[in-house]
């Protein structure tokens, strides 16, 4: 068996040591109890926390139906704030967390561009960060610099003032708020379907560069005989790290590029749009049509299959198709809300009052 080394000692260790840790260690480093304090990567959660977190999101969606409930939620963090510090464009994440953090009274402030800060001066993001925590309780933020949340998770940690991280998209790597919204999705889409054990879940498009995949693709395995199937150009396939964590999770899967051929056998599709924006001069687009679910394609999806989509789509998804049942990309976008609010007070420990109000309330 593994032992585990103290996460409070693992906290310390200098970055250049800290960064060549395993994965599992640094998610002991950056979870507290059993739960994120600062949530990086999907590694961070079990199917305990998983399922408590769509518990707990459930009930906040409802305690907020009413006035009362929403003055209650209201009043769990107004002696708190939050900075939102969001240097890659973004409008539905940001404005989720916005909202996220106006549900529990949580007060937010924001940088939408780092030359509005003194980066612009020569200061580094680090520095910029670690000046923000003094005035604030929690940093949301999402940065093209790939680990970035990671490095700064990790430098408020051995400071004086430590206070929690959430990445809210890292560069091509992680996405793993978007992951948590995904589940509570399928888990609710499937609730009465046995849940998220033994589906069959598809990807498709940009599947190199596309973080939000990625950290979905990781967290599915958190549940039993769940199949995975990646399809798309061969330009655009997973990253091979993404497979080797599969393999190391006994998870099967599947890599191609038949998109029409596989929509009858799957119970969930991802779609996702190519992420051009880190193109380099010269490479060759991708046909993207080929990879697109057009109108025609609802007669072969299962009847009880979702479609999803993290937003924002191109043209990966006919506008058609959206008054379908089975289009669950706005819904997805609502859950995310549901799921921040309750990932937020997870990390400020005032989880356990939700639920009490709930079972005196509502239950
Ligand atoms: C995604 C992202 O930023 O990674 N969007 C999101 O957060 N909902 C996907 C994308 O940009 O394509």
């Not at 995949?213 to 549940?223: A, D, I, K, Q």
């Not at 330009?235 to 038949?258: C, F, I, M, N, W």
């Not at 400020?348 to 709930?358: G, L, M, R």
Request: with cysteine; charged share 25%; glycine share 4%.
């Amino acid at each position: 068996m593994q032992t585990r080394r103290d996460p409070d000692q693992l906290k310390r260790l200098p970055w250049d040591q800290f960064e060549k840790l395993d994965v599992a260690d640094k998610a002991q480093a950056f979870n507290r109890a059993g739960n994120p304090y600062h949530t990086i990567f999907p590694q961070q959660f079990d199917r305990d926390s998983l399922e408590r977190l769509c518990r707990l999101a459930t009930c906040i969606r409802r305690i907020a139906k009413s006035r009362p409930g929403v003055d209650f939620l209201n009043r769990l963090l107004s002696h708190k704030r939050a900075m939102l510090y969001f240097t890659q464009p973004s409008s539905r994440t940001f404005l989720s967390f916005y909202a996220a953090c106006q549900y529990l009274g949580l007060q937010p402030a924001e940088v939408r561009d780092a030359a509005t800060s003194s980066e612009l001066k020569g200061e580094s993001g680090e520095d910029t960060l670690r000046t923000f925590s003094s005035y604030f309780d929690l940093i949301i933020m999402r940065s093209p610099r790939q680990g970035f949340a990671e490095r700064v998770a990790h430098l408020l940690s051995s400071s004086e003032r430590p206070i929690p991280i959430i990445n809210a998209g890292s560069g091509k790597d992680q996405h793993p708020t978007q992951a948590l919204l995904d589940i509570y999705t399928l888990q609710r889409s499937f609730e009465r379907l046995d849940g998220i054990d033994g589906k069959r879940v598809m990807f498709v498009g940009d599947l190199l560069r596309g973080r939000t995949v990625r950290s979905l693709s990781c967290l599915l395995t958190n549940y039993r005989n769940v199949e995975q199937f990646f399809i798309t150009d061969p330009r655009l396939q997973v990253a091979p790290e993404a497979l080797h964590l599969l393999d190391r999770a006994g998870v099967k899967y599947t890599v191609d590029d038949d998109f029409e051929g596989h929509i009858p056998k799957v119970d969930a599709i991802y779609m996702t749009r190519i992420q051009d924006e880190w193109d380099q001069a010269g490479d060759t687009p991708v046909d993207i049509a080929r990879y697109s679910f057009r109108p025609e394609h609802l007669q072969i999806l299962r009847p009880q299959a979702i479609l999803m989509h993290p937003l924002p789509r191109r043209q990966e998804i006919a506008v058609e198709c959206d008054r379908d049942p089975r289009a669950m990309y706005w819904r997805q976008a609502r859950n995310g809300m549901w799921i921040r609010v309750a990932l937020i007070a997870t990390t400020f420990s005032v989880a356990d009052e939700i639920f009490d109000y709930y079972r005196m309330n509502l239950a």
